[in-house]
Structures are given as C-alpha cells and as structure tokens.
C-alpha cells in the first residue's frame, strides 16, 4: 500500500508527520509522490484561510482521482463539516492519532534541515490571543516529562545531531506540574530546570527553543539563556502588533512599552543576542495609526527576523465576532511595508 504526506502549518505539523511516516513505514507502506499514493494522509491548519482552501482544493482532486483520505491536525467543527461534503473517505481525531503513535517505537524526533532537529516538550496552549484556533484544535497545554525530554535528546545526539530546537506553542509555560490552574512560581521555573538538565548532558551541541509568550519571559528564563554554553542566544519573541489598543484586542497581555523594555534588558544581559518576531497586518479594527505604531516599534528594536501573517478570521476563535474589515489589498500593502523594513535590518 503506497502513501503520501500532505502537510500545513506549524512546526507541530511536521513534527507529527514525522512520527506518522515513521509509523506508516513500519507497518508496510511506502511513501511514494502524492499522483502515484493509494491514500493521502493531510496534516491540515485551521489556523488561516488560505491554508483551508488550499486543503479542500487539494482534497478535491484527490477523490476525484480515486483516493482515500484521511485528514488530522489542527481542524475547527465548521471545517469538520465541510470536509464532510467532500466525502472524505474518513476523519482521524488528532488525539486518536497521537495514541495510537505513542505505542509505536520510533522517535519523538523530526528532522528540520541538515544538523537541525526538533525535540517538542509540549502540546497546546492556554493562552486564548482572539486570533487564534490552537487552544480549540490542539487542546489545553500538555507537557512531556523530564525523562522523555532527556531521553530524546540523548538519543539524537547519539545519532551524532548537533542542534536542535524545542518546540511547543508556549515553551515558557513548560510546566511538569499535574496542576494546570494559575501558574505558579514552581511552574515557570520548570522551563528553566530542563534547559540546565539538558546543558548538562555531555556532547559536542548546540539548542534553542521557540516558541516563547513575553508574558512568561522571565529573568530566571532570561539569566539561563545568558549563563548556559549550549543555549543558543537568539529569541523568537512574537510581538504581533505594535499598537497597545490591538494587543488588547488579540488578548495579548502586555503593552508595547513592556515588551520594548523586555528586549532591552534580554540584549543588556544576553551578548550578541538575536530577536526575531511574529507580526500580524490587518487585525480587524487596524487603523493606519496603529499599523505605523507597528512600523514604528519594528524600525526601533531591529529584529534579526520578522513573520509577517495577515490577518484571517477563524471561527470559534473570539475575533471572529469582529469580522474581516480590512480590505485583502491594505493588508497586502502593509505587509510589503514591513518586509521591507524586515529585509533592511
């Protein structure tokens, strides 16, 4: 039985894609181009418009062409649905799948590129920004224990691995507490205890972790990125607007003026340290003031890198009742600005 992997979005999606072929492979399949597969496996996004209709345009000429399908990930109710009237052939339940993976001996590992791994440590988040369908799709953070963290790593850098990344929506809020209630001062120090345990794993490596909540970033967080030799001194830090008045409306708990001093004291501590961010155009309610006070803030902090995302209404999210007031054609324009300024740093 042959096989291919369709896969949209984050850097979860891959990671679980991984584990899926690894899976898939075991029991017989062969993964082959997605025109010669018997059944296509899609990893899908709910998280931008642009990643859905990509998917059900995809998922349509597949079953015209005869094909089994089975679709996983991250997928709101109304997409359910649609995909539905598409007839797909069946629907696998990202939890379901994820029980069934972890019976399967293979690695929590996925490969990014030539020496570069992603470890997760965990899954989901509580954080609830207006925008965004993680907490519906993947659920309430869950994190990996120290032991399986360890475990991998070790293994990878048996395999003769280098660098890696730590990867989970929130890596601040790594918490190996069962209480998942108001984070306590032991929980956002569980993320630092497991970067000292892995700096001092013996080996020639190098790791860093993406992705944080200036919420959560810490001094303790801060002071080990500083301290710890193996510890990458680069931050993805997401920004997401520049104006105080749509961060409130994203549900982004902090003001520009918090998170600019918040990167000025991670650079007066953390030599040679590189920044980069996520930003979203186009939030609905977006004026030019507040697209400028964005433009403003990116020109003062010089970030090594910059995201740029435009905004795309998702239902169940809280936004949505805010509707998509920006015209695709502004949203276009303010991402070129940016990019611009992005490819000038």
Not at 44 to 73: E, L, P, Y
Not at 168 to 190: H, T
């Given at each position: ?19 899926l ?61 649609k ?31 030539s ?12 954080n609830?920004?207006?925008y965004?369908?993680?907490p ?31 990867l ?6 790594y ?94 501590k ?50 949505y ?25």
């Amino acid at each position: 039985m042959t096989y291919c992997l369709f896969v949209i979005g984050c850097q979860q999606n891959k990671y679980d894609a991984s584990r899926l072929a690894a899976f898939l492979n075991s029991q017989g399949f062969s993964e082959v181009d997605e025109k010669f597969a018997d059944i296509v496996f899609v990893l899908a996004c709910s998280v931008r418009q642009t990643a859905v209709d990509k998917m059900f345009g995809k998922i349509h000429n597949w079953r015209k062409a005869g094909k089994k399908v089975f679709v996983t990930a991250c997928i709101l109710d109304n997409d359910k649905q649609k995909l539905e009237k598409l007839n797909v052939s069946y629907f696998v339940d990202f939890n379901d799948l994820y029980t069934l993976l972890v019976y399967c001996k293979t690695n929590n590992v996925y490969k990014v590129h030539s020496g570069t791994m992603y470890v997760p440590i965990m899954s989901g988040c509580d954080n609830f920004c207006s925008y965004c369908v993680v907490p519906y799709t993947r659920g309430r953070e869950k994190s990996r224990s120290y032991d399986d963290v360890i475990l991998d790593i070790k293994q990878l850098i048996k395999s003769g691995h280098k660098e890696f990344v730590l990867l989970g929506q929130n890596v601040n809020s790594y918490a190996v507490s069962e209480k998942r209630k108001a984070k306590s001062e032991k929980q956002m120090k569980d993320f630092v205890v497991l970067l000292g345990m892995i700096n001092n794993i013996p080996g020639d490596f190098v790791f860093s972790f993406m992705s944080n909540h200036p919420k959560d970033m810490s001094d303790d967080i801060i002071h080990a990125i500083a301290r710890l030799p193996k510890v990458k001194k680069e931050i993805h830090l997401p920004l997401q607007s520049g104006s105080d008045r749509i961060l409130k409306l994203m549900n982004r708990p902090y003001t520009t003026r918090q998170y600019f001093r918040l990167i000025e004291k991670c650079k007066s501590k953390i030599e040679n340290l590189s920044v980069t961010t996520d930003i979203i155009v186009g939030f609905p309610g977006e004026t030019d003031e507040d697209f400028q006070q964005t433009v403003d803030i990116v020109k003062k902090v010089g970030f090594g890198q910059i995201f740029i995302n435009k905004y795309s209404p998702r239902p169940s999210t809280a936004s949505y009742k805010l509707g998509d007031p920006i015209p695709w054609s502004l949203k276009q324009k303010r991402w070129h600005i940016l990019n611009e300024i992005a490819n000038l740093n």
